[in-house]
């Protein structure tokens, strides 16, 4: 006897919606099919004819906990992962302390293993000596992160040569680099050139994280990126000549890949102007044109994945009088599948779309193996949505600490119904149901 059926399913599975039931055991899909060839089981639940998705994986999450728990912790993170239809976030390295050793990696787990509702992976940041790279990889670091807008990690980001080391371990290891691109030199000279002058605005802000900031990143880490041949993954891509440049080495063959935001593909600064400081995140929302940029690239396969970004802090953070005080970041957890959902709805995205951005493609980039797919003998991953679901998107009710959202007040239609984790009934209709440690840690298998 297995575990569970689920019943009456309109699910998404090799690239068509077919009406099926959904057999599941020890945490796997154990069958496809009619519900009358269907095994015997313990339980069994009735969909309502609602569309079952491979369960979405979100690449880009800020986690915080630890030194940064006030903010967020694993357990209010990973709830609002469940609530948003994600069951596997990868988390982010620029923690109190600063995920960047093996000892540092296998402390956070130790941490998130006990309250987790859905399964995390970790990037940890680069060591300060890059011999240490094997040992982070060994203890089950899914990718790492590199932050070129400021020092975070321990490597330094202004010598070239020690950035061609650690992409030649990488590339050696064959794991991957996911990279913040935004150019330290001439975003500290914009900035110190705005603070002497009394610049305390939004524009300046704007000003100061220009698109050329971005642009001259990006160029720098593709060039390094060709002589080394190590995979290199652009996160939250947000200009039309930062995807540009990726775009053309991508055609060349070099292992590339990118990520873009909601927020940067439904916000302008028209919003943000609008919005304030609340909206205020790095890279920033910029004019329409990039927008639109962005969009085509991601309905021409050009962008392989979408991430959250999800990136929570205190209101009190987020309003602080000065601009350049304010923490930048907004949470998105909650908000992304919504969104697309009613882009699905407006016709300006395919569920085919959907699911490779949001679940194909970043299990095939972060070797996420038995997620992103419903198939027979893959993780019992799924998320259960309502298409027809209308609502107003409303940052008091988020599971997140983080209560506040540049989306406020949205229409959306679409809404994420259950969220199933390795086939555990974790989010049901907006209440989590299952206990803190429900999820599991994602460790990255070497070679």
């Known amino acids: 006897m297995i575990d569970l059926i689920l019943n009456n399913a309109k699910a998404y599975v090799n690239k068509e919606i077919v009406e099926c039931s959904i057999a599941i055991d020890k945490g796997k899909i154990f069958k496809i099919g009619k519900?009358?060839?269907?095994?015997?089981?313990?339980?069994?639940?009735?969909?309502?004819?609602?569309?079952?998705?491979?369960?979405?994986?979100?690449?880009?999450?800020?986690?915080?906990?630890?030194?940064?728990?006030?903010?967020?912790?694993?357990?209010?993170?990973?709830?609002?992962a469940a609530a948003g239809g994600i069951t596997t976030a990868l988390d982010m390295p620029n923690n109190n302390p600063i995920t960047m050793s093996a000892e540092t990696l296998k402390n956070r787990m130790k941490v998130a293993e006990r309250k987790i509702l859905v399964n995390v992976g970790f990037f940890s940041e680069f060591p300060k000596n890059v011999k240490e790279i094997w040992e982070i990889v060994d203890e089950g670091a899914v990718a790492f992160k590199l932050f070129m807008a400021e020092q975070i990690g321990g490597l330094n980001i202004d010598d070239e040569e020690a950035l061609q080391k650690a992409f030649e371990i990488v590339k050696k290891i064959g794991t991957i680099v996911a990279v913040h691109a935004e150019d330290s030199t001439l975003l500290e000279k914009a900035k110190k050139e705005l603070k002497s002058s009394?610049?305390?605005?939004?524009?300046?802000?704007?000003?100061?994280?220009?698109?050329?900031?971005?642009?001259?990143a990006v160029k720098r880490l593709l060039n390094i990126a060709k002589r080394t041949g190590a995979h290199l993954h652009f996160c939250h891509i947000s200009t039309d000549k930062?995807?540009?440049?990726?775009?053309?080495?991508?055609?060349?063959?070099?292992?590339?890949?990118?990520?873009?935001?909601?927020?940067?593909?439904?916000?302008?600064?028209?919003?943000?102007?609008?919005?304030?400081?609340?909206?205020?995140?790095?890279?920033?929302?910029?004019?329409?044109?990039?927008?639109?940029?962005?969009?085509?690239?991601?309905l021409n396969g050009w962008v392989d994945t979408l991430g959250s970004d999800h990136a929570p802090h205190t209101l009190e953070e987020k309003?602080?009088?000065?601009?350049?005080?304010?923490?930048?970041?907004?949470?998105?957890?909650?908000?992304?599948?919504?969104?697309?959902?009613?882009?699905?709805?407006?016709?300006?995205?395919?569920?085919?779309?959907?699911?490779?951005?949001?679940?194909?493609?970043?299990?095939?980039?972060?070797?996420?193996?038995?997620?992103?797919?419903?198939?027979?003998?893959?993780?019992?991953?799924?998320?259960?949505?309502?298409?027809?679901?209308?609502?107003?998107?409303?940052?008091?009710?988020?599971?997140?600490?983080?209560?506040?959202?540049?989306?406020?007040?949205?229409?959306?239609?679409?809404?994420?119904?259950?969220?199933?984790?390795?086939?555990?009934?974790?989010?049901?209709?907006?209440?989590?149901?299952?206990?803190?440690?429900?999820?599991?840690?994602?460790?990255?298998?070497?070679?």
């Open 242 to 298: 930062g995807l540009s440049a990726i775009v053309a080495e991508k055609n060349s063959g070099v292992p590339i890949t990118c990520e873009v935001t909601p927020h940067h593909l439904l916000l302008t600064t028209n919003d943000l102007k609008k919005l304030g400081s609340l909206a205020l995140t790095t890279p920033p929302i910029r004019e329409k044109h990039h927008s639109e940029a962005l969009w085509k690239g991601v």
């Open 198 to 216: 009394d610049r305390n605005d939004i524009e300046a802000f704007l000003e100061a994280h220009s698109d050329k900031v971005e642009e001259k």
């Open 35 to 80: 519900e009358a060839n269907m095994p015997k089981a313990e339980s069994k639940t009735d969909l309502k004819g609602l569309l079952v998705l491979p369960g979405l994986i979100d690449a880009h999450v800020h986690l915080r906990d630890e030194g940064k728990a006030y903010k967020e912790d694993f357990y209010t993170g990973t709830a609002a």
């Open 319 to 447: 309003k602080a009088k000065n601009i350049w005080d304010v923490k930048v970041g907004i949470p998105g957890l909650e908000t992304m599948l919504p969104l697309m959902l009613t882009m699905v709805k407006n016709r300006k995205l395919s569920i085919t779309d959907l699911v490779r951005l949001l679940a194909e493609k970043p299990a095939e980039v972060f070797k996420l193996k038995g997620k992103g797919y419903i198939e027979n003998g893959c993780d019992a991953d799924l998320v259960v949505v309502d298409l027809k679901r209308k609502f107003k998107i409303d940052s008091s009710k988020f599971h997140s600490k983080a209560k506040y959202s540049p989306f406020d007040g949205w229409s959306a239609e679409g809404k994420p119904a259950k969220t199933f984790v390795n086939g555990r009934l974790i989010m049901d209709e907006d209440e989590i149901v299952a206990e803190a440690g429900s999820g599991k840690i994602f460790r990255r298998k070497s070679g």
